[in-house]
């Protein structure tokens, strides 16, 4: 499967792989906001475990 684009959202990409709402979450449990994009929460990642 190919990478998701970074100017995606998170409730765009949910919707598109078919995945309920809510599947995505924060790294304390609760759910990603929907107009929150992919390439933020990368750069959030890569930020936390370098």
């Known amino acids: 499967m190919r990478?998701?684009?970074?100017?995606c959202t998170v409730g765009t990409f949910e919707k598109t792989?078919?995945?309920?709402?809510?599947t995505v979450r924060n790294p304390d449990g609760r759910d990603t906001?929907?107009?929150k994009k992919i390439g933020?929460?990368?750069k959030e990642y890569e930020k936390k475990n370098k």
């Open 3 to 7: 990478r998701t684009r970074s100017d």
């Open 17 to 22: 792989r078919g995945l309920p709402p809510g």
């Open 33 to 35: 906001r929907s107009d």
């Open 40 to 42: 933020t929460i990368r």
